[in-house]
């Protein structure tokens, strides 16, 4: 028999112990594994093993390419397989490290652990209070002391927003800043919401940021249902990939709002990259996909938090292939792409959705909307785009 896995993720350290260790307190016989990459900079990582009644082992692993996430994925399965073998652990609860992202490690128990492990739940601990002083943090991990690689570029606003859009249940703590990011937060306009119009906001946000996520009190009861209620990681991955994501819908409530912008006509490239640093501001959280008139083939992922936008290219749109490739896409992307198809662009669209307290909706859609080809470019066909100046070539085309 399989041992049922629950990954417990998050930025708030002191909320995931809690999570982690009422957990312990309510599935007798759970045993919790944890990586500390602290002293990762000095070659090393340190794992302990613990259950209810306090550390049960530790050891180190040392680090692999540099990359304290590589030591981590090799030791990992490992000693969950070692702990299926023993017989005596009912739940295993690894949880992550500060800035790990819990995607990668769903996908190696998944991959690595087929017939001595179930990956049964994805979870990630969130203090209702630092939610935004964390989304709009555009500050590298490095400087807060949470990089995971000497090469991580990661900014803590996009870590904390792929936590908390991954995972299938939101585990909600009550405290105060903790130890992990007070540094990181501090001085934050957004930080330390109290009160109950704080509380409404804090909990609409998580919603519209994560509408298909489970939000429960990490004191509840269900907590522990859910640790063993499933997780499929390939449909998680489809509802991440730019193509097919499950984007948030349009909502506004305690003061936050959620802006689904939808157009077929494409971007002129010079006008969007003019207006880029306008966009990432105008909201906490932007994501989705988009096309330029200049690339009218590559289906390109829009992902922004913190102030910080990444643009990159997610593969050709459906539209560009021969139909004698369509059988080697997965099912999920071309039912997404059916449900929208336009006549001429197929699905090359324009989908942008914007999360934010106080988002300025009717400006913003004016700025997107100018940044359209007008009625005169677009009258002029793809071989009058590509004249148009190529403004993200050093986006999309780095030299190396």
């Known amino acids: 028999m399989s041992l049922p896995v629950v990954i417990v993720a998050g930025l708030h350290r002191d909320a995931r112990r809690e999570v982690v260790d009422r957990l312990l307190r309510t599935v007798r016989g759970s045993v919790a594994v944890h990586h500390d990459l602290t002293a990762a900079p000095a070659g090393t990582v340190l794992r302990l093993v613990r259950d209810a009644s306090g550390e ?27 702990l299926a073998d023993g017989g005596t652990a009912r739940l295993a609860v690894v949880e992550l490290w500060d800035s790990v992202e819990p995607r990668a490690m769903a996908e ?19 203090d209702p209070s630092l939610v935004l002083p964390c989304l709009v943090n555009g500050d590298d991990l490095a400087e807060a002391g949470l990089a995971a690689a000497a090469t991580d570029r990661r900014t803590i606003g996009d870590t904390w927003a792929r936590q908390l859009e991954y995972a299938s249940v939101l585990a909600l703590v009550d405290g105060s ?36 996520a489970r939000q429960v009190p990490a004191a509840s009861r269900e907590l522990a ?7 499929d990681v390939e449909a998680a991955a489809a509802a991440q990939h730019p193509a097919c994501a499950l984007l948030p819908q349009e909502a506004d409530e305690a003061g936050v709002a959620t802006l689904v912008w939808h157009r077929h006509r494409p971007f002129h490239p010079e006008r969007l990259y003019a207006a880029l640093e306008d966009l990432c501001r105008a ?54 792409a059916s449900v929208d198809w336009h006549p001429e662009h197929g699905d090359r669209c324009q989908h942008l959705v914007f999360t934010s307290p106080g988002l300025g909706r009717h400006g913003l859609v004016r700025l997107l909307e100018s940044c359209l080809l007008t009625d005169a470019e677009y009258a ?9 100046p190529a403004a993200f070539d050093a986006l999309l085309d780095p030299v190396s």
Do not use: Y
């Not at 330029?292 to 990159?312: F, H, I, M, N, S």
């Not at 002029?380 to 148009?388: F, I, P, Q, S, T």
């Open 177 to 212: 800043v903790d130890g992990a990011i007070d540094g990181a937060v501090e001085g934050e306009g957004e930080g330390g919401h109290a009160g109950p119009d704080a509380d409404a906001m804090n909990r609409a946000l998580l919603a519209q940021l994560h509408p298909n």
């Open 283 to 336: 909201a906490a959280r932007s994501r989705g996909r988009f096309w330029l008139a200049d690339r009218p083939d590559t289906l390109l992922a829009w992902d922004a938090a913190g102030g910080a936008l990444c643009v990159e290219s997610a593969g050709p749109w459906l539209a560009a292939l021969p139909d004698a490739a369509w059988e080697l896409v997965p099912p999920v992307r071309r039912a997404a």
């Open 380 to 388: 002029a066909g793809r071989e009058g785009w590509k004249a148009l």
């Open 56 to 82: 049960l082992s530790r050891g180190e692993t040392p680090l692999l390419n540099d990359c304290a996430c590589c030591a981590l994925r090799e030791d990992l399965v490992p000693e969950l397989v070692r």
């Open 108 to 126: 190696v128990v998944a991959a690595h652990g087929a017939g001595a492990l179930d990956l049964t739940g994805v979870i990630t601990a969130v």
């Open 225 to 231: 249902r859910l640790a063993f209620a499933g997780f």
